[in-house]
């Protein structure tokens, strides 16, 4: 092996299948598989569920999560899933060195039991908290699940003792929807199923590992990363046996590269099925193929066939505005499709489009910019009752800056002082030259100058805070909004780890919204509030209507 190694200048085997956490690829779904795990383990208790096709990374994956715990969490490492129950608490109780002494007329598994819950208690008096680890989960019998959803009920008045994690191939799945197990599946708190690699993925797999063994150069060329997805399906474990085995028929040839070809054929030496594989694909490409070509007659001769009967044609799409009432605008659509028998209709009972100049005051208008689909005005609700029930604030701020109106970058109502005609207008957008505002007769732009010299300085705007929202200091603790802030914090940064905080807005959050903070020049305080908070769902959530346009 030495020689292998010497001949592509690597320090240690690239493609090892022992699962080394030194050599995991940090791939955008490993990333989010962590962050589930450690969320999970944020929860007070419960269930976490790993699972993935054999060879995927559960296990590497794991022991990443073992190695980057807090000291507080301690670990039973159960290997063995084809246990028994009693074998199953011994097993934990062995791990968690908890001492076991003999009851004449007990049960072992009571002995077991009770001695473990002694011992969360006591562990959970003394700030630490345990974590069970179980491989290969799909193994488990009824009675070890149902031992392991007893032992998740283990609590004091406020707190569960305990978190499980569950890793298994997917079969796990549903051993755990059967009825019998409902109760134990709803205490999954957390679970994330792995998925292969894409194809797009491999050659950066396959170059990283490369490098971390210490490779300077590339040594696979470009066609190799199409034909290892084809022969392995993106699944990392045969990835690694198909290259570890091609680079040793590299060396064997005295090549310096490996090509498309030496893999297909290194591949047909350890995987019995690579040729199988080769011809089932050769099937798929040959069947959507046909398909498409199926398709493509089928489709050209409606065409000409709509054109001959004269189907096709403007004349027959009508457009007719039906019972328009200054309330309720509504626009009924109705075409012939080709077979001439089917009508389309559809009812908008909400309009977005000033153009229209339907008569909507500035806050129905302002309204409009934050729903989606279509809008029924007339539920009887009020303006406040209905922004409330779209999970929606309005907020208002008096002598604003032009400068903080940027910040704010929500379309908002403004008061315009030299226009008393149409005094309370809709800022829909801000861009690099103008200002554009609605009004109920229409739209306009304005240059900046003009706008700053009419506008009062008032603002009213809507903003859509996250659940449970409120202005969060360190030391504080709100769990639904701290969880809400990582995974904001995650979205906008690939390297982000989830930081296990139970809940409390710790010191190393505080950082982090710090951080957060300077980057995006708003006020530096580690203080989760409005501002703050906003700036997180513009960059995070597509959906939130803008000034400026990204």
Known sequence: MTLYLNHFGLQREPFSIVPDPSFLYPSPQYRQALAHLKYGLDREGGFILLTGEVGTGKTTLTRILLKSLPA???VAYVLNSKLESIDLLAS??????????????????????????????????????????????????????ESLRLLSNLETETHKLLHILLVGQPELLPILAQTDLRQLNQRVVARFHLQPLSKTEIANYVNHRLNKAGAKQSIFNADCAGVLYRLTEGIPRLINLVCHQSLLAAYSNSRDNVCGTLVESAAG????????RSLLWQKRWIAISTLFASLFVVFTASYFLAQKNGVLSYKNISLEPTDITDDEP?????????DGNTSVSKKITSVVNHNLAWNLSPEKQLLELWVSEPMIRNEGKTYDKLIDSLGLKMKSIEALAFEDLLKIDRPGIVNLIEHPSEQAVLLTEINSTEILLAAEHGSRALRYDEFIQSWDGSYKFLWKPPPGYEVLKQGESNRALVEWLQSRLMLLDNNYEWVITGGHYTEAIGQKVFDFQERNQLLADGILGDQTTMMLNTLTDQSIPLLRRR
Request: hydrophobic residues 40%; charged residues 20%.
């Open 269 to 276: 030496e350890i995987l019995p099925d690579s040729n199988n």
């Open 72 to 74: 507080h969490i301690r």
């Open 330 to 338: 509504a626009i009924e659509f109705s075409a012939n499709p080709l």
């Open 92 to 145: 934990i109780c062995h791990e968690l060195d908890i001492a076991i002494s003999d009851q004449k007329g007990v049960s072992y598994s009571k002995i077991y039991t009770d001695a473990i819950y002694r011992d969360l208690l006591a562990t959970h008096a003394d700030g630490m908290r345990t974590l069970i680890v179980v491989e290969e989960a799909q193994n488990l019998n009824y009675g070890v699940l």
